[in-house]
């Protein structure tokens, strides 16, 4: 592979297999340019500057240049020998190497919010298929059509009680007699039969897996042959135009049912167009879907039902149905086969819904090492923590500040949005130095949540803030402005941005932040309290959701929203609900293993826990920064 490709041009061979990739290319390039061409997902926080050490990667083989004074200062000696090397640093002069990424240097990102980690399963779906050739109806046997059928599919499917619609059964005598008496059952589970197909249509089953998000709705296509995912689609849910989060909507729907009808209805229409997209785009027939499972936070799950959430707004806030639901597609209104059928997954309580059990599936929380620790990060973060002897959940109301609303210049993670902000502070211009990154590589448009999670870090990290978010005095910097006697730092010059003006960060964003990350901090030192452990005993933190696409771990870590603990413990996983919902689609003991799930999950409630107001106000402090040795590695940007 490598001496007969080598030439005088291109004499630089670039292996990273953990990723099974390679590269030819020309001598003397920056190895993170090499390894951005090769999709490699390294961390680079910095921007390639030599500042942040994040970029750093393991080089054998080949000539390169000398490690800089960057990498000096980054990388310990024993790093250096070993061979350790930034990767924005160090040029490729000739010759092959071999590159390898270490853990705490992968970037962790799922690219699209609509997919995330998934757990393989055995297929055992609800849907059966079987092909029959039925004896004919002559004068010896007179038996009734459906009862041929059910006498010859005896074999395969418990029969007894087995039930049709009336639908289905209007179109079996011509069905089985223009298909020459040769046709394939469709059972779900051994209850009912839902359709009578001519000739051998094995080779075609579909399900779908429905995520209903407060603002997304994700749609899964499965082939329930194989299990594999055919199609995958997503819109906005159209019920943001009655309220952005789930109490705006709540108290929407509970003014009257007349609002209910009308947020169920948008719900199922938006939906139905989804799921329309994806079967053209795939070439499916929609009577070959058969069966969908969908998930929801409980206001969502009530929603869709059609049932009036109205009781989730008031103390104690339960539901009105927690198990889960089959009903027929067609009472709700959803465009699959006539006589399909949606499964519902079962909710946990009236803020902890069937997204976050499916969450909990996906990651296979009760097998775990424990203790283990599940958040779903959102207006409304879920969090389950299993102790090793139980699982326990709770929902806190973290706000829209990390969905990028009620800041000055938040956005939602859209084309343009900065997601990822890295300061410092430049000796030789006596003044601090802003990278960033935005979404799409667009111009600024506004700040996402990880944005601001990164700014309040690095402003922390500088001693720019106090703990308690404050702006201190004296401090020079053409960045350090008042905007509207709002102490800012301005993160984005107007000339770089898209909307023309420069893009900050004030001091009331910066409270906003410190009330939503206090929010999830004290749900998260609450469970660990009542489950009598101690945070930094916990051996995993899972991210769950689509805020994970772009937070910073560490940056998370310094402003408290996530416990002090060692940042390799941290993983996101992306949309995992959808995950679950698929897991629950293709194996239907995995269904009943999530309803025993629901059951066992503990659920507490932080608004009448007696300490949440104390444990709450003290979480909104940012932590004491232990080592400032990492900030002394920050400064000045060579
Ligand atoms: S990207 Fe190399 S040090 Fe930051």
């Not at 699209?112 to 002559?138: H, Q």
Request: hydrophobic share 40%.
């Amino acid at each position: 592979m490598s001496s007969s490709a080598i030439d005088m041009n291109r004499n630089v061979v670039v292996m990273a297999k953990q990723y099974d990739k390679t590269l030819i290319t020309i001598h003397n390039r920056v190895l993170l340019d090499v390894l951005r061409e090769l999709e490699i997902p390294l961390r680079s926080d910095c921007g390639g500057i030599g500042v942040c050490g994040k970029c750093k990667v393991l080089i054998t083989g080949g000539n390169s240049t000398q490690p800089t004074s960057s990498e000096r200062k980054l990388l310990s000696y024993k790093e250096l020998s070993e061979g350790y090397r930034l990767a924005c640093q160090v040029r490729l002069i000739e010759g092959e190497f071999e590159v390898s990424v270490p853990p705490e240097s992968t970037l962790q990102r799922y690219k699209s919010a609509d997919t995330g980690f998934e757990r393989p399963v055995p297929l055992l779906p609800a849907i059966k298929k079987i092909f029959v050739t039925l004896p004919r109806a002559s004068l010896n046997d007179t038996r009734a059509d459906f009862e041929r059928i059910v006498d010859t599919v005896k074999d395969f499917i418990n029969s007894n009680d087995i039930d049709i619609d009336i639908d289905d059964i209007r179109k079996i005598p011509e069905t089985i007699r223009n298909s020459d008496w040769k046709v394939t059952i469709v059972a779900w589970y051994d209850k009912r039969i839902i359709d009578v197909e001519a000739g051998d249509t094995r080779d075609s089953a579909y399900g779908l897996a429905i995520d209903i998000g407060t603002s997304k709705i994700v749609v899964h296509l499965i082939d329930l042959t194989n299990g594999s995912t055919i199609a995958i689609d997503s819109t906005p849910n159209p019920q943001a135009s009655y309220g952005a989060d789930i109490i705006s909507r709540l108290t929407y729907a509970l003014k009257d049912d007349e609002n209910l009808r009308r947020l169920q209805e948008v719900v199922i229409k938006a939906v139905n167009v989804v799921i329309d997209r994806i079967l053209s785009r795939a070439n499916v027939l929609k009577d070959r879907v058969y069966e969908a499972v969908v998930v929801g936070n409980t206001v969502m799950h009530h929603l869709f039902l059609g049932i009036q959430p109205k009781y989730l707004g008031y103390s104690p806030y339960v539901p009105t149905i927690a198990r889960a639901l089959s009903i027929r597609a067609k009472d709700l209104g959803i465009s699959i086969h006539r006589s399909g059928t949606i499964y519902v997954l079962p909710v946990i309580a009236g803020y902890v819904g069937s997204d976050a059990l499916a969450d909990a599936l996906a990651i296979d929380i009760e097998n775990c090492e424990a203790p283990c620790m599940l958040i779903d990060i959102g207006t409304n973060s879920e969090i389950l923590l299993n102790s090793g002897k139980e699982i326990i959940a709770c929902s806190t109301p973290a706000g829209p500040a990390f969905e990028g609303f009620g800041t000055a210049f938040g956005t939602r993670a859209v084309s343009g949005a900065i997601d990822q902000v890295f300061i410092y502070f430049d000796s030789s211009i006596q003044d601090f130095v802003v990278r960033y990154h935005t979404i799409g590589g667009e111009k600024p448009v506004g700040l996402c949540g990880s944005a601001f999670i990164d700014a309040t870090a690095h402003l922390y990290r500088l001693n720019i803030i106090n703990n308690r978010g404050r702006f201190l005095k004296g401090i020079k910097s053409k960045r350090i402005v008042e905007i509207n006697n709002t102490p800012s730092f301005i993160l984005a010059w107007s000339n770089e941005t898209k909307i023309g003006k420069d893009i900050s960060i004030d001091a009331k964003d910066i409270n906003e932040i410190l009330l939503a990350k206090a929010a999830i901090a004290a749900g998260i030192r609450i469970l660990a309290k009542s489950a009598n452990i101690d945070l930094t005993d916990i051996k995993k933190i899972y991210i769950a959701g689509s805020f994970g696409t772009y937070m910073n771990v560490e940056n998370a870590v310094t402003i408290g929203l996530l416990p002090s603990i060692d940042t390799k413990k941290v993983e996101f996983v992306g949309n995992i609900a959808i995950g679950g919902a698929k897991m629950c689609l293709k194996n239907t003991e995995i269904r009943r293993k999530a309803e025993e799930l629901a059951r066992r999950i503990k659920y507490i409630e932080l608004s009448t826990y007696p300490s949440f107001n104390k444990i709450f106000m003290e979480s909104i402090l940012l932590p004491q920064i232990t080592s400032r040795n990492q900030e002394s590695s920050l400064q000045n940007g060579g």
